[in-house]
């Protein structure tokens, strides 16, 4: 029970403080307190002072007129937050007026109290204030007198009963006594508490009252404020007012009615319920203290609306008028209100609008239900509690689970509660939210939580109403109707709270004045009042009182609060949209793997992982997942394990934000100190100290948050343990029962306690408290070594200047190597006490941070405060002691690196191949390569290097590939470049590196690294000098193949003997010889050796076309080499041996030997290499050739090579190839030419041995029988038939020129002569009829160059010489270069530049070349098997494009060099026996190393047309593409001994022939094959090989020998058939005849394949690509195979590899012995296919050879038939002319004179009219285009006619002549005079020939290296000329000089020198340039 009212007090206006007040400068009038009842304080309620503020708001002032009384209630709030309700009744009384002040100072007092005292509510009070009029002095005015009851009760209502009634009982002079009214209210009416029954009672006035007190204290009455609210501001304002009000802004209201601010304020508060309004409430503020308005606090106040005008300077105060309905919210306001979270925000509305417009819905239907008539219709008070219904559930849906995140830190003596606020937000997935977060933060959410935190309270209907709203959600959500009923009922129960019902049950009586009593003039003032009498009363009624109460207050009783809904645990997750499960399941399985330490796994996942990570639910599974394999309190990881997990809280930390980063760093926070890695010995790094640089943990907020969390996990398992300790004694108890089984939450165990707290004696209770307080500290002491972990960074001691950056950020590289700390960390202790003071200024901010932590927790937890001192006393030294404890571990991280490296993998290694430097740790870069496996690199790896090899192995950078291994090599012997470089640019690591290298290899290969910063310079430079050492070594013998494998020799010394111009004078000797012998002028002494025939040195001298320099001075060195060699012994055994080599088999096979009776015999005359030094031992010659012939013959030709027969067709045909033959030197050419003479010597010297030689090899030929044109015989087409497929007048009967030596006109029907009709003639004779005479074919057909024009072939030998373009060295090396710079670009290549991989294979002209020389061993081919003639390559030195055509020719001829041994025998023949230079072509010389001299590919150039040949003919060859791979790539390796030689007399000197033809006697080919004999042992195994070689070497320390590649082909084939093509039919005597042209050819797939899983597939022991196959693995498995990494024969192999390892399988299994797989290859019987019935028409015979002899016939034709050009040229526009002066025709040299002639537009060429017709001439205007590009209007046909136009063109002739017609020039252009003149250089002065045309149309004068020439070396204007004049002889460097053969030419830039033969020929040339200037 309590007092209806504390005090009654009677306030009246103070005349003596207006007289003082006057005085001291204008301060305003007051009140004061006329009684006060009770006199002294109520000893529970003290009188609040002050009071006459609040009852004149507007201030205290005199009026000239009474005003009505007025009521209204201030609220004032006292010290303890106590709201006293001050109910006022304020009336007016009169006061008579003294005359005491001057007028000034009543003008100024009138005048401001008027200004203040407005009447409150009265129109024309406010007018009077606001407008003063002039003062009159009346002699009555009138003060303010007020009644006033303070109470603590907010009973408004029965206050203005009261004070009404004491107001009427005054003014009616009614018959009670005041005192006695005044005594019952205060001390004789009791007023129950809440909950209490209804009050009647009378305070002696004869009235009657009743008092209903609300049902619960907790809810507050609002009566029908909240409606009015409604009314007055709309839903929206309000709305905004209460999140204003929510988030602690200033509200002020502004009304011109009290009652209205009152009500309003009262209405605001209510709706924040359950919270309480803890700040500044003053619903009334009086006028003289708005400066409170300024407080920095919130509040809710309300003032007058005239006061509006003194209050314009708030920024930050919203401003309600509640009069005109308007919210005024500063734009200023920082931060902004904040609304409610989303779809709260839009449904708070629309049930707002449900209730304030019901009808709102129907509104615009046109036929709405009619309205019933409701007797009830709803009052203001039932809208209001419906309108707070809203609010109430709002409030319960936002704080849905609050109750999970109340933690409990104390339960003794009394419960002390936290929320975990950042829980709370992440479990309700509204960390986003502003207005929940603030509201969270403010003081009514504190008040809120200690209120209504305790688990054990009485509860009320918000309780219920929480713990009930999920069932009413989800029924409303089935039902949208029951929302509304939901929302009465509650209602309901708050109108019932206010019990407003009782009220009106009983009728209340009350006494009130009459209408108009105010206004009595003579009123007698208030009456004073006898303190005494009330003190009595009240005395009497608090005696009255004492007496034990009749009724029964229905108090709440204590109970358990329901938990309502359970909030997921902090770390729980539910999956979303944004992380499905599988994310989750992915980063689940990425965290195992670190822990299982499977590394390469997780890098793969980490990608993903990174990206899940970004959503929050990611971030919670990572941490449970860590706290998964968290035992016991430390987890020592391995470097990669910690930078892992290290990087995963880094970003799970990172992403986190605001609350939710609470939860995440609390949950990594233990594990911070768990997870650590060993640095050292006795130095161990946690992971604290790389997770340092996160803002959170600066955070004080976090740090307490987190300290209570795991505080009330220790007082919980504080209690559990109680419990279970005494769970045996203790019975289950009602209270227990509604406990789940489950181990009880920290509430429910605070409920129990709470519960039996009255029960529990107080020692108990004293030590419950006492170990609840212990273990606060504790806790307090484990957080303050935590903080300090996290806060000192690990760098502290580190001097601030020299800090490094950030060094957790892993993705920085710092790593140092481990040698050496470097210079950085050598610095560290230079500065020692700038450092000191750096780490104690951060130990002294974090000890202050600490300290402040403590004093926060320790105080909330009620730690004694002997412990809180203690605890401060205790952070100095475990900051100073963690400060001295990083150092280390901050020195041991730096010097470990912090991206773990991987581990270096060593790469297989071959037999005998050996590490010779340590790897240089690496990034493999990315090239320019356009392929797959791009994402497999950049890998990080290290370059090794061996005897053998470079290598790279490493893995892929990209985490998702890190697992596959990387392995790029190439064998060293085939590097052609190496160079350094830099700025290489690592994406993945966003890391520059600054050194590299690339390494550029003929085997088609690119290795681009960068090095690891680690890695050294010098390292590198060391790596460069060895690499480069091991390219040229110091001979032949330091190769792999000698270090691997094979025999030990005895006494073979080396190559060398000393290295090449050791000394000074040993250089200076070679030079000069070298010089002599350049000059012709050294004869070599001869030797009882015969190396070179005594007239090779006056060839050598001249320098050929063909042949570059450096190839010479190759050719010079090789004859120097062996100088002073002793001669070799050969044995008769020896020479047997030799005749038992392959090659020589084979000619026993072809029937070169003696036995056949073929007219050939096989010769040993080169056995001692003195006949030819690069030709084989054994040769074969004609019977009609003595070998002393053929010794004298070899100085006939280039290099001794003779023209030797190397296979003969089964017609009798023979392929003879050798060196092109000598020519004599120019200038005994120019020496033997006289001017008259036209039948002088041809161009090329003769010797008569050399034509006895051919003479003897023509008579071996089939003699030729003549075939009319229109013959065939079947397959065997003559030449005629070649004639056939010609150009369309192909029934020309036009013949090649034969012999342009003799211009004699032959018989035609001399079957030895041919008919000829002078150059390019048509034929004499009876040329009407074509097919009269027969077709003439040649016996012998020679394929030489162009600069041969003039052929040794004799007519007379029915030979014919044909000059052919073909690709030499100079064309092939750069195409090479080009092409290996398209396969293999060093970087990316831009498209738009043209530069796509298609465009520079094009440019390189690789494919036209390898398409030239299948054209021209296609014509090779057709001449010896369709015409049975037999062919003759003597071109350039007969080693190159010689070996390229024979070799290719054979195979398209010949079966069975197109199987595996045939193969074989045909390399050994074609290109070792006959001398091709592997060593110079290759750039494998020792001497090489110094000379920049190019690789040249002609082998590989064979390779790749056998290639085409295996493309177009699948069936044709035994062996497949790997074995022709597999031979390129080592004939540039030096794994094998095979090609690593220039010639047999090498290998032969090496010792090397001798071992093999000892081997091959044994008849290896039973060793290895399918003979009863099988072993697959190496060389020295099998033991052939002899250990006591006689050679002219002295002995020598031991050697190897190294292997045969085709003796290792040969084992592996019988193991494996991985050389197999298994298409092979095996069909005998098909001749193969591909096409040619580009478009049929392909790029070969070994340019540009790779397989980076194991490096090139070509070292089988290293790649297992010969391994078996396990089917058993394959099938039913699904594979991955990855073009460019994986190797595409083994992993998908084909059917019959797959099904002979299925035979070997089943054998096994049954026990047998499995047979070789050739073996059961063999045994298989091929099934008899009935052949197709075909007619081979003649056109089918046409279709099968048509492309074939049409391309022979062009290269046969080439410039020979003048009729052939009009199909390919430019034709003659001819017009009439008249000859003058006698011409000759072009066409028939015939004269030409008179009107009768024709002369072309163009050329200016002359004929006779009938010869137009027949001259097909090219007209050359358009000068004849070189290369493959036809001339312009040129109509392409069929076939490669681009070819024939070039080749026309370079060999077409025009008629002149004058007296050099036998320098014929092909160039088209119109020739006024032409001959060869010495021209003197401008620069060095040298005297050169060239060939001189003087053009009198273009008036220049050209010049040429040779007549044949079409491009001019330059031209001299004519124009330009200035004189021409005979000059004085000059020295030119030749014998014979004549003087006056000197003139020269005088031009405006410079003169010219020039010298003719002799004196007439100078005077020519004089006259006829004379001429032209003339």
């Known amino acids: 029970m309590s007092r209806l009212a504390d005090y009654f007090v009677i306030v009246g206006y103070d005349s003596d403080k207006e007289k003082t007040a006057s005085n001291v400068g204008g301060q305003p009038t007051c009140g004061k307190i006329v009684q006060r009842f009770p006199e002294k304080d109520w000893p529970d309620t003290p009188f609040i002072e002050g009071i006459e503020w609040f009852c004149q708001p507007l201030g205290w002032s005199l009026s000239y007129e009474k005003q009505e009384p007025k009521f209204f209630v201030s609220v004032l709030t006292d010290i303890d937050a106590n709201k006293h309700y001050c109910a006022c009744l304020s009336f007016h009384e009169a006061v008579a007026i003294t005359q005491t002040r001057s007028v000034d100072d009543e003008d100024e007092t009138i005048g401001s109290s008027r200004l203040l005292g407005a009447t409150p509510s009265s129109t024309d009070g406010i007018a009077a204030t606001t407008t003063p009029a002039p003062i009159t002095h009346h002699s009555v005015m009138y003060a303010p007198k007020c009644l006033v009851l303070i109470s603590r009760l907010d009973c408004a209502d029965t206050f203005k009963n009261c004070l009404g009634t004491i107001y009427t009982v005054y003014i009616e002079n009614l018959a009670y006594g005041l005192e006695t009214l005044i005594g019952n209210i205060l001390g004789c009416i009791q007023v129950p508490p809440a909950g209490g029954p209804q009050v009647r009672f009378s305070i002696g006035a004869g009235d009657k009252q009743s008092l209903q007190p609300p049902q619960s204290s907790s809810l507050p009455t609002t009566g029908s404020g909240v409606h009015f609210l409604f009314k007055q501001l709309g839903i929206k304002n309000v709305l905004i007012l209460l999140c204003a009000v929510m988030t602690e802004n200033k509200i002020l209201f502004l009304s011109k009615c009290y009652w209205h601010l009152t009500d309003s304020c009262r209405a605001l508060v209510a709706l924040m319920y359950p919270f309480r309004y803890t700040h500044v409430y003053i619903p009334i503020l009086p006028a003289p203290l708005t400066e409170v308005l300024s407080t920095p606090t919130p509040f809710i106040m309300g003032i007058h609306s005239s006061l509006q005008t003194e209050i314009t300077d708030l920024l930050d105060v919203i401003v309600v008028d509640l009069d005109g309905g308007l919210v005024t919210i500063p734009e200023s306001l920082t931060p902004p209100v904040p609304i409610l979270p989303s779809p709260l925000w839009e449904q708070t509305q629309e049930l707002l609008s449900m209730i304030l417009f019901p009808n709102l819905a129907q509104a615009d239907l046109a036929f709405p239900t009619p309205e019933r008539p409701s007797s009830l219709a709803k009052t203001d008070a039932q809208i209001d509690k419906e309108l707070r219904a809203i609010f109430m559930r709002l409030f319960a849906q936002l704080l849905q689970g609050y109750r999970s995140c109340l933690t409990i830190i104390r339960i003794h003596p009394k419960p002390v509660i936290t929320f975990h606020k950042a829980g709370f937000l992440g479990a309700r997935d509204l960390i986003e939210s502003e207005f929940l977060f603030r509201v969270l933060d403010s003081m009514f959410f504190t008040t809120f939580v200690n209120e209504r935190g305790p688990p054990w309270r009485a509860s009320d209907a918000w309780d219920e109403l929480y713990s009930s709203m999920n069932e009413l959600l989800k029924s409303e959500a089935q039902n949208r109707n029951l929302i509304l009923t939901h929302i009465q009922e509650l209602g309901r129960v708050l109108y019932e709270n206010e019990g407003t019902l009782a009220h009106t049950s009983y009728a209340q009586k009350v006494l009130r004045p009459p209408e108009g009593a105010f206004q009595r003039i003579h009123q007698p003032a208030f009456p004073r009042i006898s303190s005494e009498k009330v003190e009595l009363i009240i005395q009497e009624g608090i ?111 990172h992403k986190s934000s605001g609350v939710d980063e609470y939860t995440v760093a609390a949950a990594l926070l233990p594990m911070s100190t768990i997870f650590c890695r060993k640095l050292s010995t006795g130095v161990v790094q946690f992971a604290y100290t790389e997770i340092q640089d996160h803002a959170i943990w600066k955070n004080l907020q976090f740090w307490e948050s987190t300290f209570f969390q795991d505080v009330q996990g220790q007082i919980k398992a504080l209690y559990l343990l109680h419990r279970r300790q005494n769970e045996h004694q203790k019975e289950a108890n009602c209270v227990l029962d509604e406990v789940p089984l489950e181990e009880p939450t920290a509430l429910e165990i605070t409920a129990e306690q709470l519960r039996k707290s009255p029960t529990i004696e107080e020692e108990k209770k004293a030590e419950l408290a006492k170990s609840e307080e212990s273990t606060l500290y504790s806790q307090a002491i484990h957080f303050a070594n935590r903080m300090v972990s996290l806060l000192i960074p690990l760098d502290v001691n580190v001097d601030a200047a020299s800090k490094p950056k950030p060094a957790f950020r892993l993705e920085e590289n710092q790593s140092v190597s481990n040698s050496i700390m470097g210079s950085h960390s050598l610095s560290e202790h230079s500065d020692e006490g700038f450092e000191e003071n750096n780490a104690l200024e951060i130990g002294v901010t974090v000890g202050k941070t600490i300290s402040r932590f403590i004093d926060c927790v320790c105080t909330e937890g009620g730690v004694t405060s002997e412990h809180i001192r203690n605890l401060h006393d205790m952070v100095p030294g475990v900051v100073h002691m963690h400060i001295e404890s990083l150092e280390p571990v901050y020195l041991e991280a730096k010097r470990h690196p912090h ?52 290598v790279f192995k490493g893995s892929p950078c990209d985490p998702l590939f890190c697992e596959q291994v990387i392995v790029r090599t190439f064998p060293i012997a085939s590097m052609l470049k190496e160079k350094k470089v830099s700025v290489l640019y690592l994406a993945h690591l966003d890391q520059t590196l600054t050194e590299g290298l690339q390494l550029r290899s003929s085997s088609f290969q690119l290795i681009k690294v960068a090095f690891d910063p680690e890695v050294t310079p010098e390292q590198i430079e060391s790596f460069r000098k060895i690499l480069s050492k091991a390219r040229h070594p110091f001979d032949e013998f330091e190769y792999f193949a000698f270090q691997s494998y094979g025999t030990m020799l005895q006494g073979v010394a080396p190559l060398k003997t000393k290295e090449k111009y050791s000394t000074l004078k040993g250089f200076a000797k070679k030079t000069l010889l070298r010089g002599a012998k350049k000059a012709g002028l050294l004869q070599k002494p001869q030797t009882k050796r015969k190396l070179v025939s005594d007239y090779d040195y006056g060839s050598g001298a001249d320098a050929q076309e063909t042949q570059s320099i450096d190839d010479e001075l190759e050719d010079l060195d090789e004859f120097e080499t062996q100088n002073n060699a002793m001669p070799r012994l050969l044995t008769t055994k020896d020479v047997e041996r030799m005749r038992e080599r392959s090659y020589v088999q084979d000619w026993k096979r072809l029937g070169f030997d003696a036995e056949s009776q073929r007219g050939f015999r096989i010769s040993n005359v080169n056995t001692s290499y003195a006949t030819c030094r690069s030709y084989p031992a054994i040769i074969v010659a004609p019977v009609q050739c003595s070998d002393a012939a053929i010794m004298h013959l070899g100085r006939c030709f280039k290099g001794q090579r003779i023209p030797l027969p190397t296979w003969r067709h089964a017609n009798g045909a023979l ?39 051919f003479l003897a090899l023509i008579n071996t030929m089939p003699k030729l029988t003549p075939l009319a044109l ?319 070689i006689r050679s002219q070497r002295t002995p020598a320390p031991l050697s190897r020998i190294g292997h045969s590649i085709f003796d290792y082909i040969e084992r ?189 537009m163009d050329c200016g060429n002359s004929y006779h009219e009938k010869c137009t017709e027949h001259s097909m001439k090219n007209c050359t205007k358009y000068k004849a285009i070189d290369g493959a590009v036809g ?135 004089i006259e006829k340039l004379q001429a032209c200037l003339q």
């Open 543 to 653: 005696r009255k009182n004492g007496v034990p109460q009749r009724f029964h207050v229905t108090r709440n009783q204590h109970r358990i609060i329901p938990m309502g809904p359970r909030l997921p645990e902090a770390l729980d997750v539910r999956p979303n949209v944004q992380n499905s499960a599988r994310r989750l399941e992915v980063l689940r399985i990425c965290v195992s793997y670190i822990f299982e330490n499977r590394i390469t796994d997780a890098r793969k996942l980490l990608p993903a992982v990174m990206r899940t990570l970004m959503h929050r639910d990611a971030r919670l599974i990572l941490c449970r997942e860590f706290f998964g394999y968290v035992h016991g309190n430390k987890a020592v990881l391995d470097h990669q394990q910690f930078e892992l997990v290290v990087r995963f809280m880094n970003k799970a930390l």
């Open 1612 to 1800: 592996q084939h019988n193991k494996t058939p991985i050389f197999y093509n298994f298409l092979f039919s095996g069909d005998k005597g098909i001749t193969l005849r591909p096409q040619n042209n580009v478009a049929a050819l392909d790029l070969w797939s070994y340019y540009t394949n790779e397989e980076l899983a194991q490096g090139a597939p070509y070292d089988l022991e290293v790649t297992t690509v010969d391994d078996e196959i396990d089917l058993s693995e394959m099938k039913g498995k699904r594979m991955v195979i990855t073009a460019g990494y994986d190797n595409m024969e083994k992993c998908n192999p084909n059917a019959y590899v797959c099904l002979l390892s299925e035979v070997k399988q089943a054998e096994t299994e049954r026990g047998h012995l499995p047979q070789k797989w050739l073996q059961v290859w063999n045994s298989l019987e091929v099934p008899q296919l009935e052949p197709a019935a075909r007619n081979a028409s003649l056109g089918n015979i046409f279709v099968q050879t048509h492309q074939h002899k049409r391309s022979t016939l062009e290269i046969i034709m080439k410039g020979r038939l003048a009729g052939y050009q009009d199909k390919y040229f430019h034709p003659h526009r001819f017009e009439k002319h008249p000859y003058t002066t006698p011409t000759n025709c072009n066409h028939c040299t015939k004269l030409l004179w008179g009107p009768v002639g024709y002369r072309c």
């Open 899 to 950: 991206v773990q490296k991987p581990k270096i993998q060593t790469p297989c290694l071959l037999p005998g191949e050996d590490l010779v430097t340590d790897h240089l740790r690496c990034f493999l870069m990315p090239d320019g390569r356009e392929d797959e496996t791009q994402c497999l690199i950049p890998a990080e790896g290290a370059l090794f290097l061996t005897n053998y090899r470079v």
């Open 1270 to 1588: 229109n013959q065939y015989s079947g397959m065997n087409l003559s030449m005629s038939s070649l004639m056939a497929h010609g150009p369309s007048d192909e029934r020309q009967p036009l013949t090649p020129e034969l012999s342009r030596k003799h211009k004699n006109n032959l018989d035609v029907s001399d079957g030895s002569k041919s008919s000829q009709a002078g150059k390019g003639g048509t034929m004499k004779g009876n040329s009407k009829n074509p097919t009269a005479h027969a077709f003439r074919k040649m016996r012998l057909y020679a394929l030489g160059e162009k600069s041969q024009a003039k052929s040794n072939m004799n007519v007379d030998f029915c030979a014919d010489f044909i000059p052919v373009d073909y690709p030499d060295i100079r064309q092939s090396r750069p195409a090479f270069k080009k092409l290996i710079r398209a396969c293999m670009p060093s970087h990316n290549t831009n498209e738009a530049d043209g530069q796509s991989f298609a465009k520079m294979v094009e440019q390189s002209d690789w494919l036209q070349q390898i398409s030239s020389l299948m054209q021209l061993s296609g014509a090779v081919v057709d001449l010896i098997d369709l015409q049975e003639s037999s062919v003759m390559l003597s071109l350039e030195d007969g080693s190159d494009v010689t070996a390229q055509l024979s070799s290719i020719a054979q195979l398209c001829l010949d079966p069975y060099y197109r199987t595996l041994d045939g193969f074989r025998v045909l390399v050994e023949k074609e290109w070792l026996a006959f001398g091709h230079r592997f060593a110079h072509r290759s750039n494998l010389k020792p001497s090489h190393a110094n000379t920049n001299i190019a690789f040249a590919p002609t082998f590989l150039q064979f390779l790749d047309v056998v290639h085409q040949l295996l493309r177009q003919f699948p069936m044709a060859f035994e062996f497949n593409d790997f074995y022709l791979r597999f031979l390129a790539y080592h004939s540039v390796s030096c794994r094998f001994r095979t090609f690593l030689f220039d010639c047999e007399l090498e290998r032969s000197d090496s010792g090397i022939a001798a071992m093999e033809d000892k081997r091959g006697s044994l008849n290896a080919k039973h060793i290895f094959g399918a003979g009863g004999m099988t072993s697959n042992g190496s060389d020295d195994e099998c033991n052939v090989y002899p250990l006591d």
């Open 1831 to 1965: 001339p312009p209007n040129v109509n392409m046909s069929q076939g490669d006619t681009a070819s024939i136009a070039s080749s026309a063109a370079t060999t077409a002739r025009t008629s002149s002549h004058h007296f050099y017609n036998q320098f014929s020039s092909n160039v088209a252009e119109n020739r006024t005079h032409e001959g060869h003149l010495y021209k003197r250089g401008a620069l060095l002065k040298g005297w050169k020939q060239r060939w001189f045309v003087l053009d009198s149309i273009k008036h220049q004068l050209r010049y040429y290296d040779t007549s044949e020439d079409t491009a001019p070396k330059g031209i001299i204007e004519l124009a330009e000329v200035q004189s021409v004049t005979a000059a004085q002889p000059a020295q030119i460097g030749a014998k014979g000089v004549d003087e006056k053969g000197f003139f020269d030419l005088k031009t405006s830039k410079r003169t010219y020198n020039f010298y003719a033969i002799n004196a007439n020929l100078a005077q020519e040339w």
């Open 1215 to 1253: 392929l003879i190839r050798g060196g092109q033959p000598n020519s004599k030197s120019v200038i005994g050419m120019l020496k033997n030419t006289t001017g008259s003479n036209t039948n002088a010597h041809h161009d090329v010297t003769h010797y008569p041995e050399q034509d006895k030689y």
